[in-house]
Every structure is written in C-alpha cells, then in structure tokens.
C-alpha cells in the first residue's frame, strides 16, 4: 500500500518570502500521479498542483512549484512571493497509475498549516 | 460551469442514527469519490462510483454505503453511527480517465453526540 508523509506539522512565512513544503511517500509503483491540495478555513480543497511521475521536468503554476525527486520519493512545494490568502492546510497526495485496479483513488498526507505573517 | 456541490452542510445525529449526504459532480464529470476527514488529519477515501456501480473501496466498514444516480450524483449512507464517524465528508468528481484531477467540493460537517 501506498503511503505519505507530510513531516512539518506547522510551517509560517512572511509575507512575500519563500516557503517550501515537505512531502515524501512510498510506493512500488512506477507510473502514478502526485498532487498538492490547499485547504482553507472554508474547506474547500482546491488542487495547486500535480505532477506526473514520467515526467522528469518539475511541474509549476505561477508562484508554486515542485521539486520531484523520483529516486528519492520527494515531492516538496515552493510557494514564492507569498499572500495572506496562502494561508491552509496543504495536502500532498498520491494516485496511482494502475488505473484498473485503483482508479482516481488519492492516498493524502496529514497536511502542513501554512502561516503567512503580514 | 458549477462545481462540485454538496449538502447538507453541516449536520448533527445521535448514536445509532442514520444519515444520508449527497453530493452532484462538476459538470461533464460521471466519477464521483468520497473521503472522510476527521479533524486535524488528511481525507481518508472510502470508496467511488462508476456508471452506478461502486468501483473501488477503502477500508471502511459496511456500515458505510453509497449510491449514484442516472445523472451522476450520489449518496453516502452511513447507518448505525459511531461517535467516531464525525468528521468532515467530502465528494470529489472526475472523468474516468487516467489523466483525470479529482475537484472537490467544499464537505458536509457531520456531528455525531
């Protein structure tokens, strides 16, 4: 079975600056997906970003990125130039690539709460 | 193009009670999941639905059953309810596709007393 492991309980950061989050996991797998989730106080899980395992380049969307260490199982997520509205909860998730036997089944880790200090 | 809607919103029962949530996909999506979240911890998924048919499940007791539609929403039913079961319960939707994000929508609160 698939696990993840978010090792930072609590992370903060001043407005502006550069944060990155850790995530490792562990999976016999070669092909599958990896993903950050962002939880607000309001719950919502909103998808930041997702990285595709054969890929080798690291996935970025505006201020987010990755760095995607396959060898390693590292899967980390820089925010640059953070905001007050970055402030979460931030989920890394896996899915496997076995989509016959495991569908869009995401295996999610304890999160990371994000601080951004004015 | 409304997202992944979800209700109730919040709700309370009593030990031994049973409850009903539901939850529409995004529009264009026919693969609905759900996930319970207990609090301070990352979703659990419990199980997902395909062309009405329940497709993959975790590891979570029969108590635990699930639904979905012709129009592809759906229902989780938990019976019997533990204290334990409160949480916060999220329906995620897809395409059944291998290259499918999964979008959630914002949860139903339940509370068990």
Not at chain 1, 22 to 43: A, I
Not at chain 2, 42 to 48: A, H, L, V
Request: with cysteine; glycine share 6%.
């Amino acid at each position: 079975a698939q696990t993840v492991t978010q090792s930072q309980p609590e992370m903060s950061v001043q407005e502006a600056e550069t944060v990155t989050l850790s995530c490792t996991y562990d999976t016999s797998e070669s092909d599958y997906y990896l993903f950050w989730y962002k939880q607000p106080p309001s719950r919502q899980m909103i998808l930041v970003i997702r990285q595709e395992a054969y890929k080798q380049q690291n996935a970025t969307e505006n201020r987010f990125s990755v760095n995607f260490q396959k060898a390693a199982k590292s899967f980390s997520l820089k925010i640059s130039d953070s905001q007050l509205g970055d402030a979460a909860m931030y989920f890394c998730a896996y899915r496997s690539g076995v989509w016959e036997t495991s569908g869009s089944r995401l295996t999610f880790g304890e999160g990371t709460q994000l601080t951004v200090n004015p | 193009d409304a997202g992944v809607t979800q209700s109730p919103t919040h709700l309370i029962k009593t030990r031994g009670q049973q409850v009903t949530l539901r939850c529409s996909p995004k529009s264009g999506h026919d693969t609905v999941s759900w996930y319970q979240q207990a609090l301070g911890q990352g979703p659990q998924f419990i199980f997902q639905y395909y062309e009405e048919e329940e497709r993959q499940r975790g590891n979570f007791p029969d108590r635990f059953s699930g639904h979905q539609f012709p129009n592809y929403s759906s229902e989780l039913n938990v019976n019997a309810l533990l204290l334990g079961d409160s949480a916060l319960y999220l329906c995620a939707s897809s395409l059944d596709t291998n290259q499918e994000t999964q979008y959630f929508g914002p949860g139903t609160r339940l509370l068990v007393l």
